[in-house]
């Protein structure tokens, strides 16, 4: 079975993309997903993953969600490989989700002038 979970940031805005046919819409974003220990300095690392949303689940995720915003999604890894122009072989792999939900919220500064008074 190929199933994978993740819940983390986005790290751009996600954009509405249409295939070359024109009849099907997609949206690519990367996901940074914290990681469970820190490194020796203390600070947390974060793995940056790519993610591919297809259809009408691709138009909610450019309507509602922007940069900084977190996102908990489901779906299988695909991977693959090709060769550039100078003919290396480049390895990739993404996360096609299934299904996604938005997870609480991004503070702005708005939000963070309010709590501190």
């Given amino acids: 079975m190929n199933k994978i979970?993740?819940?983390?940031?986005?790290i751009k805005d996600p954009e509405l993309r249409t295939v070359e046919a024109g009849d099907k819409v997609f949206t690519k974003f990367i996901v940074a997903v914290d990681r469970n220990f820190k490194s020796p300095d203390g600070t947390r690392?974060?793995?940056l993953i790519p993610?591919?949303?297809w259809g009408k689940k691709a138009e909610v995720v450019?309507?509602?969600l922007k940069k900084g915003n977190y996102i908990s999604l489901s779906?299988?890894?695909?991977?693959?490989s090709y060769?550039?122009?100078?003919?290396n072989k480049k390895y990739i792999a993404e996360v096609?989700?299934?299904?996604?939900?938005f997870?609480?919220?991004?503070?702005?500064?708005?939000?963070?002038?309010?709590?501190d008074q």
């Avoid at 779906?75 to 693959?80: E, H, Q, S, V």
């Avoid at 096609?96 to 939900?101: G, H, L, T, V």
């Avoid at 997870?103 to 709590?115: F, K």
């Fill in 5 to 10: 979970i993740i819940l983390g940031r986005l």
């Fill in 45 to 47: 690392k974060a793995d």
């Fill in 51 to 53: 993610v591919t949303v």
């Fill in 62 to 64: 450019c309507k509602y």
């Fill in 75 to 80: 779906g299988r890894l695909r991977t693959g």
């Fill in 83 to 87: 060769e550039d122009k100078e003919g």
């Fill in 96 to 101: 096609i989700a299934e299904d996604f939900k």
């Fill in 103 to 115: 997870v609480g919220g991004r503070r702005n500064e708005s939000d963070e002038a309010t709590n």
